[in-house]
Nanobody, 121 residues
């Protein structure tokens, strides 16, 4: 199965930008729909963005539409999340995972360490 490692988080001021990366371990990475999820302190994990494996279709949560962009480089087994105009409410731990496109949720129940994003106000 696919192993995923997130990176790129950090501390930024409101209005700033970060680019997150998620690297898969296997050659089959390119055949999976991929997505980003986040979990704020004391809250449930929520969907952020997803990209299809074959067509380039994307889907975003209303809360990040117009500010975040998901992309992928299958040759590098990597999916990215470019985050602009960051707000304090974007603070949380960001995770990547395989996506069930029909449900817009993760296909696997296991999650990695994620990468922490903190936006100061």
């Amino acid at each position: 199965q696919v192993q995923l490692v997130e990176s790129g988080g950090g501390l930024v001021q409101a209005g700033g930008s970060l680019r997150l990366s998620c690297v898969g371990s296997g050659l089959m990475f390119s055949r999976y729909h991929m997505g980003w999820f986040r979990q704020a302190p004391g809250k449930e994990r929520e969907f952020v963005a997803a990209t299809s494996w074959s067509t380039g279709n994307t889907n975003y949560a209303d809360s990040v539409q117009g500010r975040f962009t998901i992309s992928r480089d299958n040759g590098k087994n990597t999916v990215y999340l470019q985050m602009n105009s960051l707000k304090p409410e974007d603070t949380g731990v960001y995770y990547c995972n395989v996506v069930d496109w029909a449900a817009m949720r993760s296909s696997f129940d296991d999650w990695g360490q994620g990468t922490r994003v903190t936006v100061s106000s």
